[in-house]
């Protein structure tokens, strides 16, 4: 398999603009995170879902995100409208689901820059 | 609300020190806790999963141990070297398969 796979890699956009993340689980994971990375908050867990499912939601900042799982090998999170607060490096990570043998890997993250 | 706390935020040792990193949370009710390791401007690559069941877990100069109980890990990095330079979090996984984070380690390990 080819791991967590996120695009695009580096995002850079206008203030206002409409910014949409990818990412590709790794087959057979059903849970999906997504996080925010900055050098002040370090990671924070914005929402992940299980099966699809969203199963917390409390760490998307305000309305302007959004995040969607439409089938077990795809999921997006949305910025409308992005502001320069949001540039951060946001990770996708997955894993199965459950107790036992629950490994969670990361994708290579989204760079993403609001100017 | 699970919080994870990693001490100290930053860690600087010569070459050939053990390195000794700590990790506490606060709700002993978690299904495992993983470390993992991220380089400057990378994704995070695992080092290593420890069950709640699990006391410890070592993967070549890597250790890591668990006390539930108290809500502590601790990862030892064996006659550390250069390359171990990085920053090195902990993660824990509870119920609803919840992933939460510390804050990090950031590692320097001088020649």
């Known amino acids: 398999d080819a791991g967590v796979i996120q695009s695009p890699r580096h995002e850079v956009t206008e203030m206002g603009q409409e910014v949409t993340l990818r990412c590709k689980p790794i087959?057979?994971?059903?849970?999906l995170f997504w996080y925010r990375q900055t050098m002040m908050r370090g990671l924070e867990l914005l929402i992940y879902?299980?099966?699809?499912?969203?199963?917390?939601d409390s760490g998307m900042p305000e309305d302007r995100f959004s995040a969607k799982m439409p089938n077990a090998s795809f999921s997006t999170l949305k910025i409308q409208p992005s502001e320069p607060r949001d540039s951060a490096v946001y990770f996708c990570?997955?894993?199965?689901?459950?107790?036992?043998?629950?490994?969670?890997?990361f994708g290579q993250g989204t760079r993403l820059t609001v100017v | 609300k699970q919080e994870v706390t990693q001490i100290p935020a930053a860690l600087s040792v010569p070459e050939g020190e053990n390195l000794v990193l700590n990790c506490s949370f606060t709700?002993?009710?978690?299904?495992?806790l993983q470390w993992f390791r991220q380089d400057p401007g990378k994704g995070l690559t695992s080092l290593l999963l420890?069950?709640?069941?699990?006391r410890e877990q070592t993967s070549g100069r890597l250790n890591a141990s668990l006390d539930k109980s108290s809500g502590r890990s601790t990862l030892y990095i064996a006659a550390s070297q250069p390359g171990d330079s990085a920053t090195y979090l902990c993660?824990?996984?509870?119920?609803?398969?919840?992933?939460?984070f510390g804050g990090g380690t950031r590692v320097l390990v001088k020649p």
């Open positions: 993660a824990v996984k509870a119920a609803g398969n919840k992933l939460t």
């Open positions: 709700d002993s009710a978690i299904y495992n």
């Open positions: 990570a997955s894993s199965e689901q459950g107790p036992m043998n629950t490994e969670a890997f």
């Open positions: 087959s057979g994971h059903n849970s």
């Open positions: 879902f299980n099966n699809n499912v969203p199963i917390d």
């Open positions: 420890i069950q709640s069941s699990q």
